[in-house]
């Protein structure tokens, strides 16, 4: 095959196979209010105190460790069933109630989410102040921990407060005091196999001259120079693991956590089949977070560290309705404004249809509506080009030698037509962003998630579990090349090759796209297919 086929392919793998990495940049625009009255909360005693924080004593911790028996606490909600363990007064599961099955969140790790000296056995003391629940513990000679949870009843933010009592005569440095999450969440069955790739470690911040606040990854590299995290972690907000679907975040509300108070590894979690088993099973890693306390005790006193937490999915309603700017953890991608008006107008059409399949076929219309202008005088041209080609080759067998002159006179050819040899690119480069940003809205949309279309498609967000629509949009594709190729095309013309093969390119890599998404495309390679038919025969006259 020629080499321009090749070159030609390479870059068509790159745009549709490297855009996913676009996505992670952060592009993402929203309102931004009451940040500063949620960081500022720190008292000017506090401040004093981490200045000297090195300077104080500190206590060893490792005294506190017993061995006992772990014990299990339940708290039940209509969403999610909260299972505590006394090991570390951590949350051992998180059980999610989903809309087909239960999900359990946190299965994965020796130590809970938010466990405070995962070594250490609580137990349980009455709780005060509208807990659900409380542990309590001695970790050292004259030091008390009472650690206790509010968990929200409705999908909102829980609260988890540490209070410290130091009976000694001297003020204490807890040094090694953390806060446990991760290894990673755990995902819905037909994402599980992706969910090792989004899985992520991360901090929120406000960035000096930036409207909305940054959601910053940690990752290994993060962590080797220590001026890289205190770049990507200063002032941090609220830090937390999170995947495509599910969020864990912590948000300290009367103390600061610190840039270089985060340790990071990763930690396995599963093996699923790697390419449908064929290379064996890969392992899953997810990032085990670990976030410092800055516990100082004053001596004979009581000081409490209180955070609220979210758990949950990632609603966009329903995080916007939280404070914190917690939707700032969807990752809308690139074109991400776009994204979000896509999602409104499904949102919209959905209120009419009751299925989110049949509103994406409506979105599919409206937008060939709006780009019919733009694709009519792509056909047109296209018809005026193929009609002046034998002058076109003329002009360029008469100038071969003078090139600069050949040009001018094709140009003045064009001119007198009518027509534009680039107009045909003109509606590809508009649907590549439309084609972008529906597929971070569908791969987003927690709406979407678990919706049913028809018959074998139960899940809009996940692929078609049989790829009928992956097949049919290829099959469609090549017969409209088939009838849209010019009649005088030889089949040693670089662009021949191009057309015969990009039906099967895009099958493939429409085999595990969004059956939504998939959706979009088939519908609007169908739209395309008639509206060729019939203009073709309508502007074979020109």
Request: with cysteine.
């Amino acid at each position: 095959m020629d080499k321009n086929f090749f070159i030609a392919l390479a870059v068509a793998l790159l745009v549709f196979c490297g855009y996913n990495t676009l996505t992670l940049q952060k592009q993402i625009q929203t309102k931004q209010e009451n940040i500063t009255q949620q960081i500022d909360v720190v008292k000017e005693k506090q401040a004093t105190i981490y200045a000297q924080l090195k300077q104080q004593s500190s206590v060893s911790l490792t005294t506190a460790k017993k061995q006992e028996t772990e014990k299990l606490f339940t708290i039940e909600t209509e969403h999610a069933k909260v299972v505590f363990t006394s090991k570390g007064a951590a949350i051992k599961d998180f059980i999610y109630r989903d809309f087909n099955t239960d999900l359990n969140l946190t299965p994965f790790g020796k130590e809970g989410y938010f466990a405070t000296l995962p070594d250490v056995y609580f137990e349980e003391t009455p709780a005060q102040n509208g807990a659900d629940i409380a542990f309590k513990t001695k970790i050292a000679d004259g030091v008390f921990l009472v650690k206790s949870y509010i968990i929200n009843k409705e999908q909102g933010l829980n609260k988890l407060e540490m209070s410290f009592k130091n009976e000694r005569n001297e003020e204490l440095n807890l040094s090694d005091l953390y806060l446990n999450m991760g290894p990673g969440l755990n995902t819905v069955k037909s994402e599980i196999s992706d969910n090792a790739v989004n899985l992520r470690a991360f901090c929120a911040r406000q960035e000096k001259d930036k409207k909305n606040i940054s959601v910053n990854d940690l990752k290994e590299k993060t962590f080797r120079k220590p001026n890289l995290l205190t770049e990507t972690c200063d002032g941090w907000i609220w830090a937390g693991v999170d995947n495509r679907y599910f969020l864990t975040a912590l948000i300290p509300t009367n103390w600061k956590g610190l840039a270089d108070g985060f340790t990071y590894n990763k930690q396995f979690m599963y093996e699923t089949p790697s390419f449908f088993g064929l290379f064996g099973k890969t392992r899953a890693e997810g990032p085990d977070l670990k976030i410092l306390i800055p516990a100082v005790l004053p001596a004979k006193q009581t000081v409490t560290y209180s955070s609220d937490f979210y758990i949950g999915p990632k609603d966009l309603k329903l995080l916007e309705s939280l404070p914190y700017d917690l939707q700032r953890s969807i990752q809308f991608g690139f074109f991400g404004q776009l994204g979000k008006w896509m999602r409104n107008i499904l949102e919209w059409l959905n209120k009419y249809t009751h299925n989110y399949g049949y509103a994406i076929i409506l979105m599919t219309f409206l937008i060939q509506i709006v780009m019919f202008p733009l694709t009519y005088k792509q056909l047109k041209s296209a018809a005026v080009m193929q009609r002046i080609q034998p002058q076109m080759k003329v002009i360029q067998d008469k100038y071969k030698s003078d090139p600069m002159r050949a040009q001018q006179e094709l140009m003045a050819l064009y001119k007198k037509y009518g027509a534009n040899p680039l107009s045909g690119c003109l509606p590809l480069f508009i649907q590549m962003p439309i084609f972008i940003a529906l597929f971070n809205a569908l791969r987003t949309s927690w709406a979407l998630h678990g919706s049913p279309f028809i018959w074998w498609i139960t899940d809009l967000s996940a692929k078609d579990p049989y790829y009928v629509l992956p097949i049919l949009m290829g099959v469609i594709m090549f017969i409209q090349q088939k009838i849209t190729m010019p009649e005088n095309m030889t089949k040693d013309n670089p662009s021949m090759a191009m057309m015969k093969w990009m039906p099967v390119f895009m099958t493939v890599i429409f085999l595990n796209f969004p059956a939504g998404l998939t959706l979009y495309w088939f519908i609007s390679n169908c739209i395309s297919f008639v509206v060729n038919l019939v203009l073709k025969r309508k502007l074979a006259a020109i």
